[in-house]
Each structure stands twice: as structure tokens, then as C-alpha cells.
């Protein structure tokens, strides 16, 4: 009963786990944060949001 690259036997397979998972949960991540910029962009060119008057910065 050796273990698995060095991990105590109980977290055996945990850690292999967490490899398998880090590389899709990072990409998941990374497309995520890009859809919520794409969103914002969008919400920005709306009519709405250009029609308003800008604030006197004076």
C-alpha cells in the first residue's frame, strides 16, 4: 500500500482529483470573467446609456 506521488493514503486520490479539475475550472474561470466583460461592454452601447446628459465636472 504505497502512496499516491507522495500524499498521505487517506488523501490518496484527492489529489489527483484536484489536477484532473484545475485546468477545466481555470478555464471556466477565464471564459466566465470574459462573457461578464462582454456583458458590461454591451451594457455600455445601449441608447440608454448615452442619452443622458454628462455631469458639469466644473
Known sequence: MGCVHGSPPLL?????????????LGVAGRKGSTVIVGLNGLHLIREAA?????????
Open 12 to 24: 490518496g486520490g484527492l489529489d489527483e482529483l484536484i489536477a484532473t479539475l484545475a485546468l477545466p
Open 50 to 58: 448615452w442619452s443622458r446628459p454628462a455631469k458639469d465636472m466644473t
